[in-house]
Nanobody
């Protein structure tokens, strides 16, 4: 069974930076899409940023210009670089991968993803 394992979460002050990693047990190169999602307490899971095999990305408006996604296929690892973190970024962050090409048009829609990690917590204090 394919697995995704996130790491890199933690507690930072507003304006700080964190980089999350997601290691996949199987090849990332053959996944049409991979993405990061987050879920804050009492809220629904939301798409943060995703990347296609072509290397193109889409991001939620709330993180554009602050968050960046990258993928190292040689290491089967997905990254999320988060700059200028704000208290509203506090959430559990999840890595996900899709086997379906439907994700290419709805890159950060959670319903298009079937492989999920367990999450890593990010807390941003003001």
């Amino acid at each position: 069974q394919e697995q995704l394992v996130e790491s890199g979460g933690g507690s930072v002050q507003a304006g700080g930076t964190l980089t999350l990693s997601c290691v996949a047990s199987q090849y990332t190169a053959n996944k049409p899409c991979m993405a990061w999602f987050r879920q804050a307490p009492g809220k629904e899971r939301e798409g943060v940023i995703g990347i296609r095999t072509s290397g193109t990305t889409d991001a939620a408006d709330s993180v554009k210009g602050r968050f960046a996604i990258s993928k190292d296929n040689a290491k089967n690892t997905l990254y999320l670089r988060m700059n200028n973190l704000q208290p509203e970024d506090t959430a559990m962050y999840y890595c996900a991968a899709s086997r379906s090409h439907r994700c290419l048009t709805t890159l950060i829609q959670p319903t298009e993803y079937t492989i999920w990690g367990q999450g890593t917590r990010v807390t941003v204090s003001s």
